[in-house]
């Protein structure tokens, strides 16, 4: 059985004794780093310590959060990046390498990414809010632009030459008056340098691009394709065993006995008992299983609300809980003023991740310190995690994330981090714990469940001159908008929620986008105005004008009219410095009311585009998971149970469920860098809902939506 | 303990296990072949799919006592002395693929659809895939790589 590769990586190079810190230098950094010229990537306050930075990483200490990642030039003329972020499918490995490939510049397969390893990269928040590309991506290419500066003025220094005369490309710098051309790694050779980003460092231009902003395949594809790619679930190590969790059958169930002794009579079969976490270990999780299976308990249970009784609790126990987000005019008397008013209220359901990958996590205890190796959106909120279950200082505990089966918002959490290492103590052999796909829907957290209320008022010329919002539960994200409202309050309930819940992809933005942009059609048909020119009438805002107007313009808005059986419909979107706006045209079946989406045409501006055909496959995959949540998707509860904790009865999109996609990519080049793996999933529900109005006169206010005829 | 004997990529495992055991967990914990993934273990995601005399199975669903004897193809063996498969090409030029943990199964399906129909539409490609979940949504891209692996024109 293999090793996994992750683990040669110097697991004994820090040392644990923290009084070490004074005497360290910047020598033990680079025995870490290997020699070259190392630049710190700072993020937040400029003039924070790169040395200090590196001389607390080298002692095992936890870095200042001014530095974000570290870059390399490595005397073999590899140059590695070394960031907290982790690759789950969004191709950030192919982004970043891209964006330092840009800079330097120097050939994409000369760049390796560290990525996620607690030790060896930099303390990093997560990778969740679209923020890699809106912030890391940026920090890279600075100081990618000034390890260029250096190594010109390295190598105007040796030929003494003016580096104003000097060109860097493909990993050398070149002086091409006289053809003479040196490598970046002889230039970093015998060197021990760790520089800080000067202030005045000067980035390509988006328009000069010629490796960012290019359809790069995902680097290291193969690894993929060929099944060798080992995620945490395929992680082993010599003398490991499977561990398994006895789990309350309802939420929040209450162990009254338990007998271990036939799981424990079983060949090869550890019992843990640590707290009140049971667990088995076993040479195969089929063994583990059935020595779980053996374990006789008594549980009682504690009552627990169901699925029908969701969005009575949700209203009253956020009634009271109210947090006033925007405010702007006098609400009050614009509604008085108003021509019309109107109200609806929405509701949306829970909804699980479902990443393919369940959550797993292999830990091993070596020496006091112990290493796990995981899937998650958060390695150092994970070490946070396993710190405090475990009571150890942070030296103790390492945490690598191998690239993941997806997330989507939905890991940023240690759940079996924290079992495998638990169980792996108490075996005294490393343990890897894979959750089913019962256990993840069951043990996870969700999307929050929604309920939102809306009023509005319309002035003479269809303008909305009263916005009233509520939204309970879901969050802030997405609460606000892209229109001109002069007198509005938007605000936020806090609930007490009946299931554990957690981030999504663009968090409640799918929730509050899909009850305002299904409300912004309501309040367009009552104006008696066609939905794009009702938005058009109501925002000033340039950049989602734009979208507007290119989403309809490609859709062929206005050109051909809705029937009962075939419709349109459009919704835009604003949240993560990206706007959006997705026009899509459904069928619906007569008989059954099944509503079907065909096409989807998606507007999207979230600034210049690194990768295009990345991006797009991001826009076609946010697509299917809004289909998701739009059509199908509903977490279902009682008495204390997920009743459809199983792929055969929560339904995800499949193949035929996906319509053709045509992304318009704005790539505006004179505005910041955003991220991309968020935003597009907002606008697919509303825009659905608003297809069926067209189609039926029948308002859709839940989610998912289901057309009963 | 009961041995079961299976042909794995061209090669005799005698496994010690009960024949009542699915062939996924043998294939991953004790052959050591990750590449075949456990997605929902109730055969609704196709994240298992091995070829099985060259037809597509759930191993999830799979008794190990029930393949004795067939030939057994997972991912790992799907390439030859280092070349890629076409499909396995195919799935990288048309970006057919984001975390990419549902790939091996979704290559090992489109390798056995083109196996039996050389030049599948794109109608024949979905019913083809259609037990198979790509939670990120590459599922146009998937097409798009089977119809180039076929070497189609693609539309």
């Known amino acids: 059985m293999n090793r996994p590769d992750t683990l040669m990586a110097p697991i004994q190079a820090h040392p644990t004794d923290s009084s070490a810190v004074g005497s360290m230098d910047r020598r033990r950094f680079f025995s870490l780093l290997g020699g070259g010229i190392c630049f710190a990537v700072l993020v937040g306050t400029p003039g924070s310590q790169a040395a200090d930075a590196a001389l607390r990483f080298a002692a095992g200490k936890r870095n200042p959060p001014q530095v974000g990642a570290w870059i390399h030039i490595g005397e073999n003329g590899l140059v590695t990046i070394y960031t907290g972020k982790v690759e789950l ?11 330092v490939a840009e800079e330097l510049p120097l050939a994409l397969d000369s760049i390796h990414l560290v990525m996620g390893d607690t030790w060896l990269t930099p303390y990093d928040v997560g990778t969740f809010g679209s923020l890699t590309t809106l912030q890391m991506s940026p920090q890279l290419r600075r100081a990618a632009a000034a390890a260029r500066q250096l190594l010109m003025e390295l190598a105007a220094k040796e030929w003494g030459v003016n580096p104003a005369t000097l060109e860097a490309k493909e990993g050398q710098i070149v002086h091409p008056t006289s053809n003479r051309r040196i490598a970046y790694a002889d230039l970093a050779k015998g060197k021990e340098w760790l520089e800080e980003i000067p202030a005045e460092t000067s980035m390509k231009h988006p328009q000069t691009w010629t490796v960012s902003g290019k359809s790069i395949p995902k680097i290291g594809g193969e690894a993929f394709v060929t099944g060798r790619h080992r995620y945490a679930s395929d992680l082993k190590l010599p003398g490991m065993l499977y561990g398994v969790i006895l789990r309350p059958p309802t939420f929040g169930a209450k162990l009254r006995s338990v007998n271990t002794e036939a799981a424990k009579a079983l060949l090869g079969v550890v019992v843990v008992r640590d707290g009140d976490l049971i667990g088995v270990c076993a040479p195969t999780e089929f063994a583990a299983r059935e020595a779980l299976d053996s374990i006789q ?24 809980r109210e947090e006033m987000v925007q405010q702007d005019g006098e609400l009050q008397t614009a509604l008085s003023q108003a021509k019309t008013q109107h109200t609806a209220s929405y509701t949306a359901a829970y909804i699980a991740h479902t990443p393919l990958e369940p959550r797993s996590a292999l830990a091993v205890w070596e020496e006091g310190v112990v290493t796990v190796w995981t899937g998650t959106q958060r390695p150092f909120g994970v070490q946070e995690e396993l710190m405090r279950a475990l009571e150890l200082p942070y030296e103790k505990v390492r945490v690598m994330i191998p690239d993941t089966g997806s997330g989507y918002g939905g890991k940023h959490t240690g759940e079996t981090a924290i079992e495998a290492a638990r169980l792996a103590k108490g075996a005294g052999c490393p343990v890897n714990v894979r959750w089913t796909r019962q256990e993840e829907f069951t043990w996870a957290y969700c999307r929050p469940a929604g309920v939102f209320d809306l009023r509005a008022g319309l002035s003479e010329d269809g303008k909305v001159i009263a916005w009233d919002f509520h939204g309970y539960n879901i969050g802030t994200a997405g609460i606000r908008h892209t229109y001109d409202f002069p007198n509005q309050e938007i605000k936020h309930h806090r609930s007490d929620s009946p299931l554990r819940q957690g981030s999504y992809r663009c968090l409640g933005a799918t929730t509050n986008n899909f009850a305002r942009e299904s409300f912004i059609d309501e309040l367009a048909h009552l104006a008696k105005m066609d939905p794009l020119a009702f938005r058009l ?11 507007l107007q290119a989403a309809a313009e490609r859709f062929g808005w206005g050109t051909w009219k809705a029937t009962p059986e075939r419709s349109y419909g459009m919704a835009g979107g604003f949240e993560k410095n990206g706007y959006n706006v997705t026009c899509v045209e459904i069928t619906i079946e007569p008989d059954t009311g099944k509503i079907e989406v065909v096409r989807v045409v998606m507007a999207f501006d979230n600034g210049p585009v690194v990768n295009p055909a990345h991006m797009e496959n991001q826009i076609e995959g946010m697509v299917s998971m809004g289909l998701g949540g739009a059509l199908f998707e509903e977490i279902r509860f009682q008495d204390g149970k997920i009743t459809n904790a199983r792929l055969s009865r929560y339904r995800v999109p499949r193949f035929r469920d996906m319509p053709a996609v045509e992304c318009v990519l704005m790539n505006p080049q004179d505005e910041p860098l955003a991220g991309g793996g968020e935003n597009p999933i907002i606008s697919i529900a509303p825009a659905i809902g608003n297809a069926v109005f067209l189609a039926t006169g029948k308002r859709l206010r839940h989610m998912p939506l289901k057309l009963t005829v | 303990m009961d041995t079961v004997t299976i042909n794995v990529n ?55 006592g029930s393949v004795q004897g067939q030939a057994i193809t997972t991912i790992e063996g799907l390439s030859q002395d280092e070349a890629l498969h076409p499909v396995q090409k195919a799935f990288l030029e048309a970006d057919a693929l984001q975390c990419g943990y549902c790939t091996p199964g979704m290559i090992l399906t489109g390798v056995a659809l083109l196996k039996e129909n050389p030049n599948p539409t794109r109608e024949e490609i979905i019913d083809a895939m259609q037990g198979n979940i790509c939670r990120c949504g590459t599922y146009n891209r998937i097409v798009t790589a089977i119809q180039t692996a076929a070497g189609m024109e693609v539309k």
Do not use: F
């Open chain 1, 89 to 99: 499918g969004q191709n950030i490995r192919t982004s970043l390498a891209q964006a």
């Open chain 1, 297 to 320: 308990a008594e549980w009682e249970p504690v009552p627990h609300p169901s699925d029908q009784e969701l969005v009575e609790i949700l209203r009253k126990t956020g009634v009271d």
């Open chain 1, 537 to 547: 009438h109501n925002t000033s805002n340039k950049r989602y004008r734009a979208c």
């Open chain 2, 10 to 64: 061209g090669k005799s495992y005698a496994v010690p296990a009960k024949p009542d055991r699915p062939l996924l967990g043998i294939l991953r914990d004790e052959l050591d072949l990750t590449g075949t993934k456990y997605g929902c273990g109730e055969g609704q995601c196709g994240s298992c799919t091995v070829l099985v005399d060259g037809q597509p199975r759930k191993s999830c669903m799979l008794r190990l």
